[in-house]
């Protein structure tokens, strides 16, 4: 090996390494999201005999993924984000080998550094989310069918049907442009030779025999990887079919995001947030830097900007068009497209005329111009959002969805977490060595993914408390009070009606204290703390 490709090897190896350290350090700095209590489950499920798809909901290959991670509970956040983290590796190698094949070394290096660092990524590679996986395998699919367009050997073309079908499993909104990348691939790159004469019936006719060549060569690749989708997919598609004959239940597809109105009236508000998302994701100066790098890239780097183009087009449309409310996380898996995109540009800015100036020095100047401001962005912009995400996430700018989900709705640990850490430091014990807590919230029952050795908890059904005492929640709440002297509840603000009561319930025998309130991040829902005892 040369000096030189060990330098670079060195230098990949440790942009890879960033993008991992970025990911997983700190892992739960963030509060859990329930979306990652019920993969962290379903995964669990699959250690103790369950099908993977049975709880499928559109996503199973990441529970396949997680379980063989699974840790005990009071660890598993920390553990699986970190295995999230892992994997995302494999996309961003995927990402450099690509990009080397297209523009060369010094861009595919630039490129996985860009991708180490992006918000647009980051944020989501940090949680227990399928879309991390998503993209990383729907970027392994992208590299290897512009391997098959090359070459359409046996081997090629079950490898790209097999990264297909795991991109699909990681979630199924993937389908879209996995399955049709092998067929772009081919007709952009494909290698074989052109009519050497011009069809007699003009251009049209010459069209129509070039199309003709490209399916001629490649549809036995292209079935091949299609039987190799459908293979890998066989174990799951035909139990689902036996559970829908008989009755049983089987969620394999979550439809309780699916638009069937597409673009009925009214349709376009959901698209109101979609310039935010961009911005808080990217910033505005790289969506300029963006524009300009896909028409220097289309310019001398047609085919692999539009390929690039098409990609993303693939993810985004149908995210855009088939869920009622677009997350930013389901754009996410078009980070590595858009990444290509720059890189196109990157690489074609070196062509721009520049009077006086030989070509290696023209070059050197452009690309040197185009490396410091992106530098510019990754010291103001990306670096401290980057920093932010393992030490202060609740600082972060992102887009509205994120910021209700994420921090202050009721679907989160946040302020839930810190009354448990009160209650742990603060809290008097009962006769058995126990602070005994009742709650009344949402996420109360997932607070076993922390350790809060000397607090005993118990959960109370948030779906009977509407603000106001209801009669079935106060007695259970009432019991649990005469049974532990003394006892404590957290209540969770209504987020409906947003009543902070001036006490929980009344009894005539029990007296209430209230010792603490949290509120979530970012002017959220309030978690108040309350003690009760019996009155003598």
């Known amino acids: 090996m040369s000096h030189r490709s060990s330098s ?8 890879l390494l960033l993008h991992f350290f970025i990911r997983a350090h700190h892992p739960t700095e963030q509060a859990f999201f329930w979306d990652e209590n019920r993969h962290m489950v379903r995964a669990a499920a699959i250690i103790d005999g369950g099908h993977p798809a049975e709880q499928s909901h559109g996503k199973f290959l990441l529970y396949l993924w997680l379980a063989p991670f699974h840790p005990d509970r009071d660890v598993a956040l920390h553990v699986s984000r970190t295995a999230v983290a892992l994997f995302t590796l494999l996309g961003v190698a995927g990402l450099y080998v690509l990009v080397r094949r297209f523009f060369g070394v010094g861009p ?7 991708y180490a660092i992006l918000p647009f990524s980051l944020f989501y590679e940090r949680m227990v989310l399928a879309d991390g996986l998503a993209a990383a395998l729907g970027m392994l699919t992208a590299w290897q069918s512009v391997r098959l367009a090359a070459r359409p050997v046996f081997s090629r073309a079950a490898l790209t ?19 049709l990348m092998p067929v772009l691939a081919a007709f952009l790159f494909g290698q074989h030779a052109r009519p050497r004469t011009r069809a ?13 060549q490209r399916i001629r060569r490649y549809w036995w690749s292209w079935f091949t990887a299609g039987a190799v989708f459908v293979m890998l997919w066989l174990p799951t598609l035909i139990p689902a079919a036996i559970a829908g004959i008989d009755g049983d239940h089987y969620v394999l597809v979550d439809t309780s995001l699916v638009d069937d109105s597409l673009l009925s009236s009214g349709d376009e508000s959901r698209y109101a947030e979609f310039p935010n998302q961009i911005r808080v994701m ?34 985004w449309v149908p995210a855009l068009l088939m869920v009622w409310r677009t997350q930013t996380r389901y754009l996410m898996p078009g980070g590595y497209a858009i990444v290509l995109i720059l890189m196109a540009g990157f690489a074609g800015i070196a062509s721009l005329p520049l009077p006086s100036v030989d070509t290696l020095r023209r070059r050197l100047a452009v690309q040197g111009i185009a490396v410091s401001l992106l530098l510019v962005w990754a010291v ?20 509205r969805w994120d910021n209700r989900d994420y921090f202050q709705a009721p679907w989160n640990g946040y302020g839930l977490v810190s009354s448990m850490q009160y209650l742990q430091e603060n809290g008097q014990a009962a006769a058995d060595g126990q602070v005994h807590v009742m709650s009344v919230s949402w996420m109360c029952q997932f607070l076993d993914l922390y350790s809060f050795d000397r607090v005993a908890l118990s959960c109370l059904p948030q779906k009977d408390y509407d603000g106001t005492p209801g009669t079935i929640l106060w007695e259970s709440a009432t019991r649990y009070a005469r049974t532990w002297q003394p006892a404590y509840l957290m209540l969770e603000q ?24 949290f509120q979530r991040p970012k002017d959220g829902l309030w978690v108040t703390v309350w003690r009760v005892e019996i009155e003598e």
């Open 8 to 15: 670079v090897l060195l230098i990949a190896a440790g942009l």
């Open 108 to 114: 595919a290096l630039l490129a996985i550094g860009i």
């Open 161 to 179: 049907g097999g990264l297909a079908a795991l991109a699909v499993m990681a979630k199924l909104t993937m389908t879209f442009s996995v399955v």
């Open 200 to 212: 007699s019936a003009g251009y049209h006719a010459e069209i129509d025999q070039w199309l003709w």
């Open 282 to 315: 990217f910033s505005w100066p790289l969506v300029i830097g963006f524009v300009l790098a896909m028409f220097l890239g289309l310019r001398q780097y047609p085919r692999p900007t539009l390929y690039s183009v098409a990609w993303l087009l693939l993810i």
């Open 380 to 399: 103001t912009f990306a670096g401290p959002f980057a920093y932010r995400a393992s030490t202060d996430v609740v600082a972060l700018d992102v887009a």
């Open 494 to 517: 209504n987020r409906n009606t947003l009543e902070i009561p001036e006490v929980p319930f009344a009894a005539e025998d029990l007296s209430w204290e209230r010792l603490a309130a």
